[in-house]
Each structure stands twice: as C-alpha cells, then as structure tokens.
C-alpha cells in the first residue's frame, strides 16, 4: 500500500533552516509529483508548493517564494522539503501528500516549532 | 490566484440529519477539478471527493459531491458519529497551484 512517511518532529529558533523530509513506498515515485501543505495551529490548510519526481520541476507559493526548496532523492523515493529564515509564524505541522492532482495519500506531519 | 470561499464556517448538526456544506470559487474551476477533504484532530486530511463528485477509494456513500464553474457541494447525507469533523475544499484546475477552502467545521448539536 501507498506509504509517506515524515521525519520527525524539530524545534528552531527563528532565522534557522529546517529540512523535512518525507519518504514514499508502495508505488512507483517518479510517477507522481509530491505537494507539500502546512497547517498553523488551529488554522487551515495552506498549500506551500509542488515538484516532480519525475524531472525535479517545482512550483512554489508566492509567499515561500526565496525561503523554499523543495527535492527529491529518486534512489531513495524520499523528497525533502527545506524552509530557511524561519520566523514565528511558520510554526505549523507540515505535511508532504502525493499529487495526482489531488491527494489521495498524505504522510503524518512533521511538527515545526520556531522559537527563540 | 483562485480564492475558495466555503460556509458557513460552522454546522451544528445531529447525529442522523443532512449536512449540506458549500465551496465558492473566485474563477471558474476548470475541468471540475475539485476536492474535498476531511480532518479529524491529530490527523492528517483524508481525501473523500475528487473532480467535483467521484468518491475516493474507500469513502462510503453517504458523502457526495456536486456541482460545476464556481459552485459546489459536498452533502453527508446521514451523519454518523465519525463525521464530525472539518472539511476543506480543494481546487487543483490551476495546476500545480493548488488552493483550499477556509475549511468547514460540522459539530455535534
């Protein structure tokens, strides 16, 4: 069955980096794009950006645009999604979900905690 | 950028009743490529609709998608104890930017 696990959960303090990653199993990976989406605590679901597993081509939000950069690893079935400059607000859980335009699969959220 | 407005942002509903839930999109969503997801506390969404009205694998029939352009719907026709829960609406027309909804909250009356 289709899989996607997350790494565990990291505490920052603003201005660092964080790196997520994010490992699938149970189908072919380079068939399918990854998305990643954040959630806030107690907020909604926000969509942070896309990239393909097949070539690497990424679309990002405009808001993460500069701070963002999503990768894949092909021989380990594994993306990787890094946030740089953190600041308060990107305390979320952050989780990756297979595209197939929509998401049927979703890994378990990495919880991220910025804070001085 | 498409903006997906859903309501109302609360349902007080019974265990038993129908529950009608609504997503507005700014722009026509092309092709109907639209989903819904639901979110329970401590979870990650689950995907229950996608192209507006096909149920995902696994999703039982009490929950339905309708609707086309700027419109849709997602109706629970009997809601069971499990559906309680908050529900966000997602176009994937404008690929790959992907919006969602503000997410719609159904609660127990």
């Known amino acids: 069955q289709v899989q996607l696990v997350q790494s565990g959960a990291e505490v920052k303090k603003p201005g660092a980096s964080v790196k997520v990653s994010c490992k699938a199993s149970?189908?072919?990976?380079?068939?399918?794009?990854i998305s990643w989406v954040r959630q806030a605590p107690g907020q909604g679901l926000e969509w942070m950006g896309w990239?393909?597993?097949?070539?690497?081509?990424?679309n990002y939000a405009q808001k993460l645009q500069g701070r963002v950069t999503m990768t894949t690893d092909t021989s380990t079935s594994t993306a990787y999604m890094e946030l740089r400059s953190l600041r308060s607000d990107d305390t979320a859980v952050y989780y990756c979900?297979?595209?197939?335009?929509?998401?049927?699969?979703w890994g378990q959220g990495t919880l991220v905690t910025v804070s001085s | 950028e498409i903006v997906l407005t859903q309501s109302p942002g609360t349902l007080s509903l019974s265990p038993g009743e129908r529950a009608t839930l609504s997503c507005r999109a700014s722009?026509?969503?092309?092709?109907?490529?639209l989903a819904w997801y639901q979110q329970k506390p401590g979870q990650a969404p689950r995907l229950l609709i996608y192209?507006?009205?096909s149920r995902a694998t696994g999703i039982p029939d009490r929950f339905s998608g309708s609707g086309s352009g700027t419109d849709f719907t997602l109706t629970i026709s009997r809601l069971e104890p499990e559906d309680f829960a908050v529900y966000y609406c997602?176009?994937?027309?404008?690929?790959?930017?992907?919006?969602f909804g503000q997410g719609t909250k159904v609660e127990i009356k």
């Open positions: 997602q176009q994937y027309g404008s690929s790959p930017w992907k919006t």
């Open positions: 990239i393909s597993a097949y070539n690497g081509n990424t």
């Open positions: 149970g189908y072919t990976f380079t068939s399918y794009g």
């Open positions: 192209g507006a009205s």
């Open positions: 979900a297979r595209d197939g335009g929509s998401y049927s699969n």
């Open positions: 722009q026509s969503v092309s092709s109907s490529y």
